[in-house]
Structures are given as structure tokens and as C-alpha cells.
Nanobody, 123 residues
Framework: QVQLVESGGGLVQAGGSLRLSCAAS????????MGWFRQAPGKEREFVAA????????YYTEPVKGRFTISRDNAKNTVYLQMNSLEPEDTAVYSCSADRSLVRVRSGHGDSWGQGTQVTVSS
């Protein structure tokens, strides 16, 4: 199983940017699909973005399209989430997930999950 550790969260004003990182260990993620999810207080965890092992296909939830960018560096065993034009509604704990199956990642059933990093956007 892959161990995942997120970093890069913090407090930012609306309109600002943050870059989240998800560092993997234990196994190379070069043949894993990776995804980002978020969970706001009192809400269900929701899918944010996913990327195939090669980076050839990328998926986003509609509210973040045009503002967030998922990318990966397989040599560094790390996946990133660049978040621009942040809005208070983006406030949540952001977690990354890994699985060999893109379907499982996108559906929230990935084998591996990180602990999450808090993102707070003030208005």
C-alpha cells in the first residue's frame, strides 16, 4: 500500500492561491491514478480532481474548473493541486488518494488516503 502525506494547506484570503502537495512513499506511484478530495465541516467528502498515471487524462469537479490544476511528478513520487482564485466555499480539509484504478479513485474508493491538510479561505 502507498502511504500519502499532504502539505501546503493554510489560511488565505479570497482570491489568493495555494499549492497542495501529496508525497507518496512505500511504493512508486508511477502506475497509480491519483486524486484530490475535500470535506467541509458538516458536509460529505467530495471529489475535486483526478489524474491518470501518465498524466494523460485529467478530471475536475465543475466548481473548480479553470481555477484548480492537478499535476504529478512521478520522479518525485508527488502529486500537486494548484489552487487559484480561491473562494470561501473552497474551505475544507483536502486529502489525496491513490489506486491503480482511476474509477476507484474518482469514486472515492481508492486504496490509499492521506490524513489531509486544512485549507481556509477568508472573505
Amino acid at each position: 500500500q502507498v502511504q500519502l502525506v499532504e502539505s501546503g494547506g493554510g489560511l488565505v484570503q479570497a482570491g489568493g492561491s495555494l499549492r497542495l502537495s501529496c508525497a507518496a512513499s512505500g511504493r512508486t506511484i508511477s502506475n497509480y491514478a491519483m486524486g484530490w478530495f475535500r470535506q467541509a465541516p458538516g458536509k460529505e467528502r467530495e471529489f475535486v480532481a483526478a489524474i491518470t498515471w501518465s498524466g494523460g487524462s485529467i478530471y475536475y469537479t465543475e466548481p473548480v474548473k479553470g481555477r484548480f490544476t492537478i499535476s504529478r511528478d512521478n520522479a518525485k513520487n508527488t502529486v500537486y493541486l494548484q489552487m487559484n482564485s480561491l473562494e470561501p466555499e473552497d474551505t475544507a480539509v483536502y486529502s489525496c488518494s491513490a489506486d491503480r484504478s482511476l474509477v476507484r479513485v474518482r469514486s472515492g474508493h481508492g486504496d490509499s488516503w492521506g490524513q489531509g491538510t486544512q485549507v481556509t479561505v477568508s472573505s
